[in-house]
Every structure is written in C-alpha cells, then in structure tokens.
C-alpha cells in the first residue's frame, strides 16, 4: 500500500506538481518524508487525469481501461503517493524506473502517467500477455522471465489479480447496453418443396 501524502483524488482531478522533502523528526529522531504540493504548476491546467491517460495510451497504443486499473492498483489516483519502497506518484515509479523512461518528477502526473505508460507498453511488446506485462510491472521483468510466468511473490499474485479483476469489470461497463440487450438475429430454415400425384404443391421447413 502507498503512504499517502495527500489525499487520493479521481479520474476527473486535476493536480500541480510537488516536491518531496526528507527531515529529522525532533521527538523520535527519524528520517520523515513528506510532500510539498506546488499549486499552478506541473500538468496543464484544468486537464484531467482522464484526460491525460487517454492521450498517453492512445499515443503508446495501450487500452486507457488497462492504464486505470493499474493507476487505481498502484495509488488510486493519489498523486502524491510514496510506497514504503520509495516507488512515487500515480504509477508508483521507483527513481530507477523514472529515469529509465526519462521522468524527471514523478510527482507531475503528465510526466508520470508517460512514464508508467511507456514502461507498460515496453512490458507488453515483451511479454506479449496482459497478465505477465503486468506482473513484471509489479515484480520487474527480470523476475518474470526467470519464473517463466506470474513470479510466485503473494504480493504479485494478489497484485495481479487485482489489476485484471478492475481491467474485466471496466470492460464489461464499457460495452454498450444496446448491444447487450440486442434481440438474437432470426433464424432462417430452408424451405422443402415436394408434389404429390395429384400434382399439389407441399411446403415445408426443417
């Protein structure tokens, strides 16, 4: 679960920027993080995160359902949010992840939302199974190859469940009612024809 430095938001939220702050607690004398939110600053204003997943998936050509069932898995639209691991941000990036896929700040949900959707369609071009691509965006890459499959982690297995429950259910909403609800399409018989001595014509269907 993520540390929630601020309250999560929604698909519809907009969001700033924030910085990420390491000090000394004075009564116990450990190391506390916290996260500075930077209003007017980061993704465009008034643009949704929505909004910007639709523009990042459709430009790395990963279905936006796939991308929020991972960002309600990782963070639940908290943009601020810092696992106990250190992965950041809507996509939960670990530092090394986001300088792989050239994210400055994880806590910019443009940037962040790129990132994670960068790293996914890497994975699934890798993989080439939904459920592995994301397995190893739990676990790495690494660990999935060396399984040959989902890594036998519980954290991953129930990870993986979770994502490809959320993924199913927001593809079955998404289909429309009126296809759902179409009459079944009428059956057509073949018609017999056949005479009897008389010279009378009998129809007749199967």
Not at 127 to 136: P, R, Y
Not at 139 to 153: K, L, N, S, T
């Amino acid at each position: 679960m993520a540390l929630a430095a601020c309250a999560g938001a929604g698909p519809g939220d907009a969001f700033g920027q924030a910085t990420s702050i390491v000090r000394v607690d004075r009564r116990s004398g450990r190391l506390i993080r916290t996260v500075v939110a930077k209003p007017g600053s980061g993704a465009k204003a008034g643009v949704t995160v929505a909004g910007m997943v639709e523009e990042s998936a459709k430009r790395h050509q990963v279905d936006p359902l796939l991308v929020h069932s991972v960002i309600r898995a990782e963070s639940n639209y908290n943009a601020f949010a810092i696992s106990p691991k250190g992965a950041q941000g809507l996509m939960q990036l670990m530092p090394a992840t986001a300088l792989r896929w050239g994210v400055n700040n994880s806590f910019d949900p443009a940037e962040n939302l790129e990132g994670g959707v960068r790293y996914l369609r890497y994975l699934l071009d890798l993989f080439g199974d939904e459920k592995l691509a994301v397995a190893a965006y739990n676990a790495g890459e690494q660990a999935v190859i060396r399984y040959g499959g989902v890594p036998p982690y519980p954290e991953t297995a129930n990870y993986v469940r979770q994502v490809s429950s959320g993924y199913a259910s927001a593809k079955q909403s998404a289909t429309p009612a009126a296809a759902a609800d179409a009459p079944p399409e009428p059956e057509f018989r073949p018609i017999e024809q056949s005479f009897d001595e008389r010279g009378n014509v009998y129809l007749r269907t199967r």
